[in-house]
């Protein structure tokens, strides 16, 4: 997958949750505990975390998955009388483990009013973005990529987001901002190189500003080192 439809694919996901916002309610604890012990909704996490494009491009059949209990919840969780799910998002980690490597995939489900639930593959790893800041996220290392020396790749039409890691969060917030900035590393995978990205988000008065690089800060590795 290229970097273009990385953006594109993670661009469709906020489309569809585009018009989900509802007033904040609080989450029902109980309701809240069925719904992820539901098999049905465990299967169709499982399921959509099959669908990351790491597990798509270094498949490994007989790796053990594991749903977390521990969900983020993006948009209060609403319930109706009878404990049924009318509206919310939330995110859901899977750990998958086997061919020697253990990896961390994130689901993104959203749950509109009238509609049924639905789900879609977020990047992989212990990133703190939502998927608005994922898809502008990749816009930005997508641009320091295509300046930076030995990144490119001639002839490989391959080329995904492998593994996302938080590095340290600083002490205090810029101006405006409701949280300190933070440090993440993301791991793209080309056909035989392996591409480490550093990325600083910073919370301020008007949202997220991004910053990818420096170019010098960026490395490339042959895959498999």
Not at 206 to 224: K, S
Request: proline share 7%.
């Amino acid at each position: 997958m290229t970097r273009t439809r990385i953006a594109a694919a993670i661009a469709l996901v906020w489309a569809a949750l585009a018009g989900a916002v509802s007033p904040a309610l609080a989450d029902d604890q109980a309701n809240t505990a069925r719904l992820f012990a539901d098999p049905g909704v465990r299967q169709m996490t499982l399921a959509t975390a099959q669908q990351s494009a790491v597990v798509m491009n270094s498949p490994c059949p007989g790796a053990q998955a594991t749903v977390s209990t521990d969900v983020a919840v993006f948009q209060p969780l609403v319930f109706d009388a009878a404990g049924q799910l009318q509206t919310g998002i939330w995110r859901q980690q899977v750990t998958l483990a086997g061919c020697g490597v253990t990896r961390t995939l994130n689901v993104l489900g959203w749950k509109q009013a009238g509609q049924a639930i639905s789900m879609g593959a977020l990047l992989p790893g212990g990133t703190h973005t939502d998927v608005l800041l994922q898809r502008d996220a990749i816009g930005q290392v997508d641009q320091l990529l295509k300046t930076a020396p030995n990144t490119s790749e001639p002839g490989c039409a391959r080329e995904y987001v492998a593994d996302t890691r938080f590095v340290d969060r600083e002490a205090a917030p810029v101006a405006g901002g409701k949280s300190p900035p933070w440090r993440e590393v993301w791991t793209l995978h080309t056909c035989t190189k392996r591409i480490e990205v550093p990325v600083r988000f910073i919370p301020d008065a008007t949202g997220t500003t991004i910053v990818a690089g420096p170019q010098n800060a960026v490395t490339v590795a042959p895959l498999g080192q």
